[in-house]
């Protein structure tokens, strides 16, 4: 009989054992199921404003933000700058590849600045930008390709922009072209004197973002 006991007892503590891992899966998907509950009982978060985010008052993080580049045009692919004559008779009286008009770049060297000082209140969706572009090069296309870096021309835009809701921005341009080096009068028969590409005039105009590009959120 006492045997017949241990028996009992032992078989109550295996069916003990085997039957705990069946109450721990039974109550972890209630509490899984519980949490989020908890979580929908929380406040709603505050939906961001339009614009970048909110930072310190004065120079917040990434307040000074753009970009450099540098291109190479091959040869046969020179920017024309607009300053000297296209015409093949035009060239050949100024001297062919003598011709001291060459405004034809091989390298271009640029980028973009935008500045943002403010972190806080209305002042926060003001922005200044930079855009500036310097030409350089020697070369006279037909008669002369070469890997010169002389100086051509400076050409920029500056101006002021102010973040719309929905992606949106406002932007007051300001365009215009230095010369330079010998640029800055006249070189001979082939120069055209203009004012450079665009020359200067100001624009007022909209740009919008989408896709994650720039600022979009």
């Known amino acids: ?30 509490m899984a199921v519980a949490m989020p509950a908890a979580s929908a009982a929380d406040p709603a978060h505050k939906p961001l404003s339009w ?4 930072g310190r008052t004065f120079f917040p993080h990434n307040w000074a933000r753009g970009y450099v580049d540098f291109d190479v045009a091959p040869p046969h692919n020179e920017p024309d700058l607009g300053r000297c004559s296209p015409m093949h008779s035009v ?13 034809y770049a091989r390298y271009l060297l ?13 002042a926060r969706h003001f922005f200044l930008f ?22 051509i021309a400076f050409d920029r835009a500056v101006g002021f922009g102010f973040e719309l809701p929905k992606n949106f921005e406002l932007r007051v341009e300001q365009h215009q072209v ?16 203009t004012s450079g590409p665009y020359g200067l005039y100001s624009t007022i105009g909209a740009r919008w973002y989408f896709g994650g590009y720039g600022r979009a959120h």
């Open 1 to 30: 009989m006492k045997n017949r006991i241990c028996e009992m007892v032992l078989l109550f503590a295996m069916v003990g054992f085997a039957g705990t891992p069946v109450l721990a899966q039974d109550a972890t998907p209630a």
């Open 51 to 54: 614009g970048v985010p909110e």
């Open 91 to 103: 060239i050949v009286m100024a001297g062919g590849a003598s011709s001291n008009c060459n405004a």
């Open 110 to 122: 640029g980028g973009y600045l935008e500045i943002q000082p403010f972190g806080k209140t209305l």
């Open 130 to 151: 930079f855009t500036p572009v310097f030409s350089f090069g020697n070369n006279v296309p037909q008669f002369k390709y070469t890997a010169s870096m002389a100086g």
């Open 178 to 193: 230095d010369w330079l080096g010998k640029y800055k009068n006249n070189v001979g028969l082939a120069d055209l004197g």
